[in-house]
């Protein structure tokens, strides 16, 4: 396997990455069962917001062990949720993570199989490192776009639909204009390994 060198830029003010080899959009339209007000989803559906925007970059000229990326993750909320990433677990369990904030304010929620959950905060500077095992998902608690930079191993895959399933244990919620954590009704552990 060769490995070379390369680069890649990120613009900062936009977490745009260029010349990106993968740009995914991800409207409410792509995630509506994440989401647990569904009378505010159905609501929010005409206008089908961009919830956010994933870049990422491979080694154009030969495989790489490492995928570089951003995630933008837009302002507002759907009922009184805010906007988040769906969340995964990696296909290869053991692949971990690590995500650097350049910009915005943001909840990461880690949680294990067992159920086990963490929540961790974002803003610039933050380095949050998601060990192998940990479902992660990201969610903007701020007023502006939530912007930052990851690094995971090349093979490591992605698995939705156990969290499409079970949820995370947590909702983040936007409370008079102040972020709270509080407990999902609809968390269904047990239903996927
Ligand atoms: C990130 C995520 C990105 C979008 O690059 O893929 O933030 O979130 P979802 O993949 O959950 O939609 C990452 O964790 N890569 O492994
Ligand atoms: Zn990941």
Known sequence: MKHLPFDALMELESGVIDEASQVINRRLSDMPSFFHDQDAVQAQLEEDPVLY?????????????????SSVIEPGTVG??????????????????????VSGSGRLLLQKHSGEIEVKKM???????????????????GEKPLIFFAVWPADAGHNYGAIEEMGFSRLVVNDRGVPKIIDNPRYAPGLVK
């Open 53 to 69: 925007r994933t870049y990422v970059k491979q080694n154009p000229i030969s495989s790489s062990l490492w995928n570089i990326g």
């Open 80 to 101: 009184n949720e805010y906007f988040m990433t769906k969340g995964h677990f990696h296909l290869k369990e053991e692949a971990p993570e690590v995500y650097f904030t």
């Open 123 to 141: 803003a610039p500077g933050v380095i949050n490192y998601i060990p192998g095992g940990w479902a992660h998902r990201t969610v903007n608690v």
